[in-house]
């Protein structure tokens, strides 16, 4: 491997540093080096590698300047400190509150969800499924799945029991109040709420919404 000078070498990250984000074909054009050479440097500086553009891009440390994602993009160029495409959707999947669906997902890191969550199905570290018809991505963690799975299904059940009508609501109530302790399962088979066509996520959101459903820990299949 070819030694270059300390003067060379301090001339280069000067350039780069300038330029903000570069190529591997930079970094060897202005050190007269080989591919080989331009790598090793690439590692001893501990840069960072682009998420999109094919890993075509490098970032010195110093540059990089992480929002509280721990994501930074320059140009047409996107970083992150949690390493490739993989690794940062395994961190923000498994540190978010209640799992994020690929819309989410891809307004985070800045990519259409069509041009990487096929590659997403199975991978290690989340695990997908769906919720109120839309697929949604948690923790393999099985502690940390439960608890974004329950906080995901508080939000929706929140969301659906305060757009239920006020009409709505007093049948799921009148028939709470006739019959203590009735599921939501029998609730849906009583008369008055066939015919008001409410279904059974409907009584299921008003009755966790408030506090009248009874808790049953949720687990994989």
């Not at 006020?166 to 109040?177: P, Q």
Request: glycine content about 4%.
């Amino acid at each position: 491997m070819a030694i270059i000078s300390s003067k060379k070498l301090d001339s280069a990250r000067s350039i780069i540093k300038k330029e903000k984000i570069f190529t591997i074909n930079k970094l060897v054009s202005i050190l007269e080096c080989s591919s080989r050479t331009a790598q090793a440097k690439l590692k001893l500086w501990k840069t960072y590698t682009s998420y999109n553009q094919n890993g075509k891009y490098y970032a010195l440390p110093e540059i990089a300047h992480f929002n509280d994602y721990g994501l930074w993009r320059f140009k047409k160029a996107a970083f992150s400190k949690h390493g490739n495409l993989r690794k940062t959707i395994v961190y923000l999947v498994s540190s978010s509150s209640n799992g994020l669906t690929g819309k989410q997902i891809g307004e985070i890191i800045g990519l259409s969800p069509q041009s990487f969550l096929h590659h997403f199905r199975k991978c290690p570290g989340i695990y997908r499924e769906k919720h109120d018809g839309v697929y949604v991505y948690f923790s393999e963690d099985t502690s940390v799945y439960e608890i974004q799975v329950q906080k995901r299904k508080s939000l929706i059940y929140r969301s659906t029991a305060i757009t239920l009508s006020d009409s709505k609501a007093v049948k799921i109530l009148v028939a709470i109040i006739q019959q203590h302790n009735i599921s939501a399962e029998n609730i849906l088979c009583q008369p008055e709420i066939k015919k008001s066509k409410l279904k059974l996520t409907h009584i299921q959101a008003f009755m966790e919404y408030h506090g009248l459903l009874k808790k049953i820990p949720d687990f994989r299949p």
